[in-house]
């Protein structure tokens, strides 16, 4: 069965800390996707970032980097010196297919970000 | 701007009646879902629609109904055979028809309470 762990509940942080988002996959799927989303206060998900299983490489955008391992079936989100913009829940996501055309995406239970002046 | 208006952003509803919470895009995408969220849960899919006139059970329809009559209009029917319909419901679009490929663009949601 697939199943996207996200340890940390809640995380806070003070303005300009480097802070990293735990997420721990399971899945029997060869080809899958990753996925992190970010969900403001104002509720809509925000989509972050797409990886796929084939490729392992580590992807930096502005102060935001993602650790993509599949030794340890872990995509991790690093946000450096964080802002208080940065304050949301996180999502981490997984899809997979089940020997059809069909994908499931399966979210992680999301962790909040608090980040403090 | 193009992107996904859901409405009504707050509702109440007596129990036993139905609500309907509409989802209108005009980004053209051909498919269309709906997601329930609850305090400290993760995403879970209610529906989905891949094209007009077709749609297809998530992991927790029970209770729930949709249509598909337009491409730019998915509503979500609450019926009152949902036994804890009190959430947050949230509904999105991609590209790509295949679900669990691509981005999904989501609205900002519709948090719906039974009293």
């Known amino acids: 069965a697939q199943k996207v762990t996200q340890a940390q509940t809640e995380i806070s942080v003070v303005e300009k800390e480097d802070v990293t988002l735990d997420c721990v996959y399971e899945t029997r799927d060869t080809t899958y996707y990753l996925f992190w989303y970010k969900q403001p206060p104002s509720g809509e998900l925000v989509f972050l970032i797409r990886?796929?299983?084939?490729?392992?490489q580590n992807e930096i955008s502005g102060r935001y980097s993602w650790n993509f391992q599949k030794s340890t079936s872990s995509f991790n989100f690093t946000i450096t010196a964080s802002q208080v913009v940065d304050s949301a829940v996180y999502f981490c996501?997984?899809?997979?297919?089940?020997?059809?055309?069909?994908?499931?995406?399966?979210f992680g239970k999301g962790t909040k970000l608090s980040v403090k002046p | 701007d193009g992107g996904i208006t859901q409405s009504p952003k707050y509702l109440f509803r007596k129990e036993g009646q139905n609500v309907t919470l509409s989802c209108e895009q005009n980004?053209?995408?051909?498919?269309m879902y709906w997601y329930r969220q609850d305090p400290g849960q993760g995403l879970r899919l209610i529906y989905y629609?891949?094209?007009?006139?077709?749609?297809q059970k998530g992991d927790i329809a029970e209770g729930y109904s949709v249509s598909r009559e337009k491409k730019e209009s998915f509503p979500l029917t609450v019926t009152s055979a949902q036994k804890n319909p009190t959430a947050f419901y949230l509904c999105a679009s991609s590209i790509d028809r295949t679900y669990g490929t691509g981005e999904l663009f989501f609205g900002e949601g519709s948090r719906l309470t039974v009293l």
């Open positions: 629609s891949q094209i007009v006139n077709d749609f």
């Open positions: 980004l053209n995408h051909d498919a």
């Open positions: 990886r796929n299983s084939f490729d392992e």
């Open positions: 996501a997984l899809s997979g297919h089940y020997g059809g055309s069909q994908g499931n995406l399966i």
